[in-house]
């Protein structure tokens, strides 16, 4: 069975929720490289250790819409709770190539 890019960038989230790093290591390409307002083009590695085991400070997450802008491009956005308070809704670009996420670009958002 073949993984749109779609069904890749869901199971990512479903990984990083799970904080299953195990599966979600597959899913990055090598040179994969994540930027936010608070990470400028960091790696892979950077990323798994100081990105992806932050799911713990979130009381819910929810996926609003994932859509594929072309063959390669995915929007991802989402609303998640902070354990602390606060409710935020956040949009990832996410470059997903030969079945791999090559690529994210967050853009934060305000208070809900």
Known sequence: MTSTPTDIVR???RHYLAQDREAALPLYA????????????IGKAAF??????TAGRLKEQQLLQVTPADGELV????EY???TGG??????AI???DGLIREVQVFFGGTM
């Open 11 to 13: 199971a990512a989230f």
């Open 81 to 83: 709770e902070l354990t």
């Open 95 to 97: 470059s997903v190539r």
């Open 30 to 41: 090598d040179d994969f490289t994540f930027t936010s307002p608070q990470d400028d083009h």
């Open 48 to 53: 798994f250790e100081r990105c992806f085991p």
């Open 87 to 92: 409710r935020y809704r956040n949009v990832e």
């Open 75 to 78: 929007f991802a956005y989402y």
